[in-house]
């Protein structure tokens, strides 16, 4: 019996599915290629080198709308990169890394701050 060369994609977490950050606002989230980093890789270029700033980048991509303010995913230069930042802000950031953390979490008994404990320690290492 051969093997399947069929691909298994995993569930999509991300399209379509909308999260509140600490200011109310509403955030919806989209599904990212590689095509998509690829192409924002093109439009920061080295401008997002430090390991904080990718996070930060590729974390963005995955937001397509503010309440209702379309983004522009991905950005064709870093001056929509940056507008796209500004727009998301921290709140609008901790929520989606908020949201992240607790759909990639292999233990969904613990609390959302015990598995953030671990991925900061897993980092620091």
Same mark, same amino acid.
């Given at each position: 019996m051969s093997e399947s060369n069929e691909v298994k994609k995993k569930p999509n977490i991300y399209d379509g599915k909308v999260i509140t950050d600490s200011?109310?606002?509403?955030?919806k989230l989209r599904d990212v290629s590689v095509l998509d980093a690829?192409?924002?890789?093109e439009a920061v270029g080295e401008k997002v080198?430090?390991?904080t700033n990718e996070s930060m980048a590729n974390g963005s991509l995955y937001?397509?709308?503010?309440?209702?303010?379309?983004?522009?995913q991905p950005p064709a230069n870093? =001056?929509?990169f940056r507008g @796209?930042?500004?727009?998301?802000? %921290?709140?609008?950031?901790? =929520?989606?890394?908020?949201? @992240?953390?607790?759909?990639?979490? %292999?233990?969904?008994?613990?609390?959302?701050?015990?598995?953030e404990k671990e991925e900061i320690e897993k980092v620091k290492k």
């Amino acid at each position: 019996m051969s093997e399947s060369n069929e691909v298994k994609k995993k569930p999509n977490i991300y399209d379509g599915k909308v999260i509140t950050d600490s200011l109310g606002r509403k955030l919806k989230l989209r599904d990212v290629s590689v095509l998509d980093a690829m192409d924002l890789l093109e439009a920061v270029g080295e401008k997002v080198s430090h390991p904080t700033n990718e996070s930060m980048a590729n974390g963005s991509l995955y937001i397509s709308a503010v309440d209702d303010f379309l983004l522009s995913q991905p950005p064709a230069n870093y =001056a929509e990169f940056r507008g @796209n930042i500004k727009r998301i802000g %921290d709140e609008g950031f901790v =929520a989606f890394f908020k949201y @992240n953390l607790e759909c990639s979490s %292999d233990d969904k008994d613990k609390k959302p701050e015990e598995r953030e404990k671990e991925e900061i320690e897993k980092v620091k290492k």
